[in-house]
């Protein structure tokens, strides 16, 4: 049995471990960086799955008055597949309506079809557009 809870910050060590094993880093992002920014943010939509003290999945949302957001959402390769990723985002997306969130999105690499098949079991849609980016502050 697992539990959901909100992170904390004696979480960054193992969460960033988890990514890791998770091959969901990129070296062009600071997985650091984006931990404590989002602790900082204290809306409790930053979480962790935890199993026998040891934290074993995690999802970072976020809701910015006109839509929610999902990233990093990981679960341990030796936890995958009994529901712990479903239940976080479940857990998320709860707390996202409490907040008065009226739609979620995640961004997806489109060469990642498994991942694309596990959101689409959660009712997500693909939505045809086109991501830009520009990045604020040189990390």
Same mark, same amino acid.
């Not at 309506?97 to 999105?105: E, H, N, R």
């Given at each position: 049995m697992f539990i959901i809870r909100p992170t904390e910050d004696k979480d960054l060590d193992p969460i960033l471990e988890l990514w890791e094993n998770c091959g969901i880093t990129r070296p062009w992002n600071h997985p650091e960086t984006d931990f404590f920014r989002k602790m900082t943010q204290k809306d409790n939509l930053f979480l962790v799955a935890e199993k026998d003290n040891t934290v074993i999945g995690?999802? @970072?949302?976020? +809701?910015?008055?006109?839509?929610?957001?999902?990233? +990093?959402?990981?679960?341990?390769? /030796?936890? *995958? #597949?009994?529901?712990?990723?479903?239940?976080? @985002? *479940?857990?998320?997306?709860? #707390?996202?309506?409490?907040?008065?969130?009226?739609?979620? *999105?995640?961004?997806?690499?489109?060469?990642?079809?498994?991942?694309?098949?596990? +959101?689409? *079991?959660?009712?997500?849609?693909?939505?045809? /557009?086109? /991501?830009?980016?520009? #990045?604020?502050?040189?990390d």
């Open positions: 995690s999802i @970072m949302g976020g +809701y910015d008055g006109h839509r929610g957001w999902i990233h +990093y959402l990981a679960v341990h390769p /030796s936890h *995958q #597949r009994i529901g712990i990723a479903t239940a976080l @985002m *479940q857990n998320i997306e709860r #707390r996202l309506i409490a907040v008065g969130c009226p739609k979620v *999105q995640l961004m997806v690499r489109a060469d990642n079809t498994s991942v694309i098949d596990f +959101y689409e *079991q959660l009712d997500f849609e693909k939505i045809e /557009s086109v /991501s830009l980016g520009k #990045r604020l502050i040189k």
